[in-house]
């Protein structure tokens, strides 16, 4: 536990410090929890899923529970092949095109009506030299509305983007809208190697949130690696310069797609057929031991001390509460919360009433996730405890 701890209390008078307490909150890097380097698959059927989908080039669509680590797996295979992760998160809204870039249409909208006062005011101006200032204004005019001031790459489109050679970006105007300026330092995985050509590793995270149309009108530019963007005069964007007969060099810049679904509704067939396909489950009771020794235990970056009883009084009532719950059953990521928060609180297993009872407050804090469960969690504890 931190030595220099403000702790919330609620209670008492207002307090107006003459220096703030924020500087002593101890801040636990959960992120940590999230190290790929940490992750580890024991699987054979996973992992042979895996191997076929970078072998054949095919997505790979992984289905299961909501928190069974897809998503992480997906950072762990762009580990292992030491690439940047490009990770896109779809929503209820997502359409086809903002898996590729999105355009920003109320500020292309707002430099067209700015440039339409700059081009009036010169036209008014009674001292106007055309032949001296009329081609720089044009040029000035036409830089001010390049549609791709207003285009965010994103998500595969970004991926392709990436996988192109420098040379190709250039020439098409592209280059410094793949790789900004303000990005050179800023790079979020140390395999993004900034400004060259190289591969990506896409995680297009929950897909069944998507519209029904979505997955179909993806199809053939996954299947072909081209996206093409309308203001751009429809000028294909794609790794190949050929598609139908790419050279081995560009194959190895080709992005792995890996999908996550937690199967709250049925894919199209013919997006299936598409796709390698594995259904994850949740961590069996020793994997569950394994993954708390190495991500939590044995880490040196985070070590956390819980005491024998602790660990295994807390990863039965995890697993009893994971049976019990109908809906949000609690994760392996909300079971590491707990335990490192049990740590913070240097607070070990305790029995009694959760009025006065840490480890069950802290317990419900973490897994707990609805009303109805939160309702029935004496209920849980006293079945779990009978047993």
Request: proline share 5%; with cysteine; charged share 25%.
């Amino acid at each position: 536990m931190s030595k220099l701890r403000f702790t919330f209390k609620g209670t008492g008078k207002d307090i107006n410090p003459q220096l703030p307490n924020w500087p002593n909150l101890a801040r636990l890097l959960i992120d940590k929890l999230d190290d790929p380097a940490d992750y580890f698959v024991e699987d054979e059927g996973l992992i042979a899923a895996v191997n076929t989908a970078l072998t054949l080039g095919m997505p790979l669509l992984l289905a299961g529970e909501s928190g069974v680590g897809k998503t992480q797996l997906g950072y762990r295979i762009a580990y292992e092949l030491g690439c940047g992760p490009i990770f896109f998160s779809v929503k209820s809204t997502t359409e086809a095109q903002d898996l590729f870039y999105h355009l920003d249409h109320l500020r292309r909208l707002h430099a067209a009506q700015a440039n339409s006062t700059i081009v009036l005011s010169h036209v008014t101006a009674e001292k106007l030299n055309f032949e001296t200032t009329g081609f720089a204004q044009q040029q000035k005019e036409t830089k001010l509305l390049d549609v791709r001031r207003f285009i965010r790459f994103q998500g595969l489109g970004l991926a392709i983007l990436r996988a192109m050679s420098p040379e190709q970006l250039r020439a098409m105007g592209l280059w410094e809208h793949v790789w900004p300026e303000n990005e050179r330092h800023s790079a979020d995985h140390k395999y993004i190697q900034y400004g060259q050509r190289q591969p990506s590793v896409v995680i297009i995270d929950e897909i069944d949130k998507a519209p029904m149309d979505f997955c179909n009108d993806i199809l053939e530019e996954i299947r072909r690696l081209q996206f093409v963007v309308p203001e751009l005069d429809n000028t294909p964007l794609s790794i190949y310069q050929n598609p139908k007969s790419p050279t081995e060099g560009e194959k190895q810049y080709r992005p792995q797609i890996i999908i996550t679904s937690n199967t709250t509704k049925s894919l199209p067939d013919a997006f299936l057929r598409r796709c390698i396909y594995y259904q994850m489950l949740p961590p069996t009771q020793e994997q569950l031991i394994k993954i708390i020794s190495q991500r939590l235990i044995n880490k040196e970056s985070l070590p956390v001390k819980l005491d024998t009883e602790t660990q295994e009084k807390s990863l039965s009532f995890y697993i009893h509460l994971r049976d019990v719950i109908s809906e949000k059953k609690p994760s392996t990521a909300e079971l590491l919360s707990w335990l490192l928060s049990l740590h913070e609180h240097n607070c070990g297993y305790q029995e009694g009433n959760i009025e006065d009872n840490t480890w069950l407050q802290l317990a419900q804090c973490c897994l707990i996730k609805t009303e109805q469960a939160r309702r029935q969690f004496n209920d849980y504890y006293n079945a779990w405890r009978s047993n």
